[in-house]
């Protein structure tokens, strides 16, 4: 995304997710990907009161829009995706619902939580940081059996070329809010 391409929303959330969500470390760390990394990128502390999370939120939807990314719900895996498709449901009037990582063992035995998703539905998936996208493409394949249409993929950060390649696969528009080039950091890579 370049400069022009970004919304007037855009800096605000930048500057919190730089001082507040990313912390360089002299040891490296492992990453969910199995890599490592010496940056990490903490969105939920970025993120963490009701003002922070709404300035970010802002800034995704306002990316949504100038992508042209139209949805009627946003959501992805719990926890990572959680903050971030409350606010921007809260601020775009939108639907939300959570992932969960395992099926619920009682009640309706669901994997979706919040909204039901119904055919149809143009859904908008988020998280707070992708490495090579995998979490976010496990919440794709347990909502696509619902009939939902994918609209584009946004996180809050993007660590590498890795998820955007692997959603274009699919024909999925995906539009990170911070990239790793925007924090100055190094890419993760294709495993």
């Known amino acids: 995304m370049t400069t022009a391409q970004r919304p007037e929303t855009w800096q605000a959330a930048f500057d919190l997710i730089r001082t507040r969500g990313h912390e360089r470390r002299e040891e490296p760390f492992k990453l969910a990907s199995g890599q490592l990394s010496h940056d990490y990128i903490d969105g939920k502390y970025a993120v ?18 100038a992508q042209g990314i139209e949805f009627d719900a946003v959501g992805g895996l719990t926890m990572g995706a959680d903050p971030l498709a409350h606010g921007v449901a809260m601020v775009t009037g939108k639907a939300w619902f959570s992932v969960r990582k395992e099926q619920k063992q009682r009640g309706r035995e669901q994997w979706v939580e919040g909204t039901r998703l119904q055919a149809g539905d143009r859904v908008l998936l988020v998280d707070d940081v992708i490495s090579t996208g995998g979490s976010t493409e496990l919440a794709l394949e347990r909502i696509l059996p619902l009939g939902v249409v994918v609209t584009g993929v946004i996180p809050m950060v993007d660590r590498g070329d890795v998820a955007a390649a692997r959603f274009a696969k699919r024909g999925i528009p995906f539009h ?16």
């Open 48 to 65: 963490d009161t009701g003002e922070r999370l709404a300035v970010v939120s802002r800034a995704v939807a306002d990316l949504a829009a």
């Open 176 to 191: 990170a809010l911070v990239t790793y080039r925007d924090l100055g950091i190094d890419p993760v890579r294709d495993v």
